[in-house]
């Protein structure tokens, strides 16, 4: 049952936990206001107002009160909005894709961001140890179809952005992270995942997010030297 | 209703929150010391993916991540709650766990390293503090759970416990009192509510421990 009053999600184009917010609340057909914060020079008072803490997007909105930390956005969301639950029924299967959500979020991603951030034997050995890790989230499809099994569950909305933050990482710095002959469960499931209309038709421009995260990669190595 | 077998280590604070879950909860439960670094095959199976505990077997099913555990204890044992039930007041708790799970390993990494490192781990340290002093919720309140103990506690019950004893081993002050009134405040209210005074690791052999550990990992490594 849809649940009346507004909302609104303070958020960032470019941002994948952002992304994986509106995923839900779309996949739920919840209605909301966007507000797009002018990142990273120009947050508004709004979001400081609303994340004093962390100062970071996405901040959802709801009734007036603020909720920051996207996976605690997305539990709210589907505690919230009863409609296409997220997290399947039997707490087993809760737990599980909590872990794997946390996997994906505590070891795939600061693994993907070494790789992004190093060069040379540094980057070679940070790439070894990012295929690893993503080898491991393959593990936690059991070569299934998704995380949810025949359809889209809460780990797949959580994980959903490693896929293409991968190929991000790959396009930028030539190196190769997901690949169909060594992770063909995790290959497969990523394309899979963006392709379904509901998340494709969020995805900004693929040419954008190129040219976003080599801005800041420039923008990190100026700042190393 | 099937079996409750938890998997955890006596030094461990991760540990320690599903016993404190458990016990709050009144589950009962058969507890296994893991001999660490000794893994048994068991934890092995349970945990392939950290390999690490505590891991909760209920039945035959393994869970494994502290918080994720003390999720799964609250959906299915529901009396006791350790959550609130108004969805939004449950957000701002599960907030802050994610902020302590983030930000607590500093205070681990003050207790084992030295120098710049260390330095930066200090600043980390007291700055979590700062915002949990500031910004934590049920200001005024015995517990960050209002009159009872919720996941929030739990959580920080896990670094709050073991500071005292890292301060002692490093030679650095984390929590200083003076500045951090309130939570010194909430700490005394946490040690000494029942359940938790029961189930603390004994304070003489973790500093002995944690001493003899640091000593090894300090001489061993090579510092920049």
């Known amino acids: 049952m849809a649940d009346g009053g507004e909302v609104k999600l303070l958020g960032f184009w470019g941002s994948p936990y952002a992304l994986r917010v509106i995923w839900a609340l779309k996949l739920k057909q919840v209605p909301y206001d966007y507000l797009e914060e002018d990142l990273p020079n120009n947050k508004s008072s709004l979001l400081l107002q609303y994340n004093p803490v962390h100062k970071k997007v996405p901040v959802l909105v709801h009734h007036g009160k603020p909720i920051a930390e996207s996976l605690v956005i997305l539990e709210y969301i589907d505690e919230t909005w009863k409609q296409s639950p997220l997290l399947p029924q039997d707490p087993s299967e809760r737990a599980r894709a909590r872990f794997w959500a946390k996997f994906a979020d505590e070891k795939c991603m600061p693994a993907m961001k070494a790789v992004f951030c190093s060069e040379g034997e540094e980057q070679q050995k940070a790439v070894l140890e990012a295929r690893e890790t993503l080898k491991t989230l393959e593990s936690g499809l059991e070569g299934k179809l998704f995380f949810g099994g025949e359809t889209i569950n809460f780990a797949d909305v959580a994980t959903g952005y490693i896929g293409f933050w991968a190929r991000i990482v790959e396009e930028i710095t030539g190196t190769s992270l997901i690949d169909a002959e060594s992770m063909p469960s995790l290959d497969a499931w990523s394309k899979r995942f963006l392709e379904l209309p509901i998340i494709k038709e969020c995805m900004p421009p693929w040419d954008k997010l190129i040219e976003l995260n080599s801005g800041f990669l420039k923008m990190y190595l100026a700042s190393l030297k | ?224």
Request: hydrophobic letters at 40%.
């Open chain 2, 1 to 224: 209703m099937d079996g409750v077998k938890l998997h955890g280590f006596w030094l461990s604070p991760f540990s320690h929150r599903v016993v404190w879950a458990l016990k709050l909860k009144g589950i009962p439960f058969d507890y296994i010391e893991e001999d660490l670094p000794n893994k048994s095959a068991l934890l092995l199976q349970y945990n392939p993916v950290h390999k690490k505990i505590p891991v909760l077997v209920h039945g035959s099913r393994p869970v494994c991540e502290s918080m994720v555990i003390i999720e799964y204890l609250e959906e299915t044992w529901p009396q006791c709650p350790l959550l609130p039930t108004d969805p939004h007041e449950r957000a701002v708790v599960r907030f802050w766990v994610k902020f302590i799970e983030e930000k607590s390993p500093n205070v681990w990494i003050v207790y084992r390293s030295v120098g710049e490192e260390q330095e930066k781990a200090m600043r980390e340290s007291v700055e979590m503090l700062s915002n949990l002093e500031e910004h934590g919720p049920n200001k005024g309140k015995k517990f960050f759970g209002g009159d009872g103990i919720n996941i929030m506690d739990i959580a920080f019950g896990g670094v709050a416990c073991w500071i005292g004893a890292i301060e002692e081993v490093s030679g650095r002050q984390i929590f200083d009192a003076a500045k951090f009134p309130r939570l010194n405040a909430w700490k005394a209210n946490f040690k000494s509510s029942p359940v938790i005074a029961e189930n603390l690791p004994d304070r003489e052999k973790l500093r002995e421990h944690l001493a003899r550990l640091r000593e090894k990992r300090l001489s061993s490594s090579t510092h920049k």
